[in-house]
């Protein structure tokens, strides 16, 4: 068993848009039955919310349901984290926890307000933007910085303890983003630009800025961010992490798979694949030690501290509650 902590997967808004079990599906990348063998296993699940979404809060409000549902439905398998204690439960039990996140800030409407009903329903972190610009500011295919709106969002959020995801982000919005909050930044799913020269990566001026302030950076598995061109495999993955590793990311590095959101390189099929991918770190020379902080340790340590103090928030459900 190899213990996993995954910052992103779109599997949730597939799930929910196509009625799929989160328990066993053959359809998706990621299904209960196939992650339990790791162990534990603390999976990010992103609402995503597309730039041409028409109804984004409803659509977040439809994948928070189906979340929830699946945990209540599956008890036995999984629990929606929503503090300290939950992780540390979770962790010891060797079991699954679920935290749920928002992919794109549009979700919002434009209306701060909005920010209370997505804590309440347990939000740990959004991603400020996907590809095109929204009320925040500008995305990665759609250059722009933090708009006045994105300031008053970025202090909610940090006030509800809402963690900024600049993965997406455009170099502007990222670096007023970095001047406008006090905390850490997350990038949840992005690899290096050096690597590989996609807007969507991040720069490595960009990642010592995360690292500087403590944050994390999940590795995604999207062939596009992995190689400009060519055949790809895991080892792709692994030129990311030597890369984030030489600008002193031993902290930091994390997993951001964007299962279920993104054509996947060779040799990886889903969650099954992980322990898979963990072997092809440790054949490359990898210490155990250094696969443990990054395929789980960085993340694990980093929402134990940033969910201290934290309660169950009052519209979040309990696994224990009956349907």
């Known amino acids: 068993m190899i213990p996993y902590f995954d910052l992103h997967c779109d599997t949730i808004s597939e799930c929910a848009l196509k ?20 162990g534990p296993w603390f999976q990010c699940f992103a609402v995503w919310i597309p730039d041409e979404s028409d109804s984004p809060l409803q659509r977040f409000r439809l994948a928070a349901d189906c979340l929830k549902k699946e945990a209540r439905n599956h008890s036995d398998l999984f629990t929606l984290c929503q503090n ?16 749920l ?148 990311g031993e902290d930091v590095l994390a997993m951001g798979s964007d299962f279920d959101g993104a054509e996947m390189p060779q040799g990886i099929e889903g969650i099954q694949s992980i322990e898979s991918l963990a072997e092809c770190f440790l054949r490359h020379g990898y210490a155990e030690s250094l696969v443990k902080k990054i395929f789980y340790q960085n993340s694990f340590s980093f929402f134990q501290k940033h969910m201290a103090n934290q309660v169950k928030s009052p519209g979040a459900f309990d696994n224990r509650e009956k349907l």
């Not at 009625?19 to 790791?38: F, I, M, Q």
């Not at 990566?201 to 995360?210: A, G, P, S, V």
Request: charged share 25%.
């Open 19 to 38: 009625d799929v079990s989160l328990r066993d599906n053959r359809s998706l990348h990621v299904s209960l039955e196939r992650g339990k063998a790791l």
């Open 84 to 99: 300290q204690e939950d992780l540390k439960k979770i962790a010891k039990d060797c079991g699954i926890g679920a935290i």
């Open 101 to 248: 996140t928002v992919e794109g800030g549009s979700v919002l409407e434009g209306r701060l307000e909005v920010l209370e009903e997505l804590s309440a329903s347990g939000v740990k972190m959004i991603t400020l933007t996907w590809n095109r610009a929204n009320e925040i500011g500008g995305g990665a295919m759609e250059p722009g910085g933090l708009t006045p709106f994105g300031q008053q969002v970025l202090k909610e959020m940090e006030r509800l303890k809402i963690l900024p995801d600049v993965s997406h982000a455009s170099d502007p919005l990222f670096w007023e983003t970095a001047e406008a909050v006090q905390g850490p930044l997350v990038a949840s799913h992005s690899n290096s630009r050096k690597v590989c020269p996609h807007p969507r990566n991040l720069t490595d001026d960009q990642f010592r800025e995360i690292c500087r302030r403590g944050g994390l950076v999940g590795l995604n598995f999207y062939r596009e961010f992995l190689m400009y061109s060519g055949q790809c495999g895991m080892e792709a993955i692994l030129s990311h992490a030597e890369h984030f590793l030489s600008l002193g």
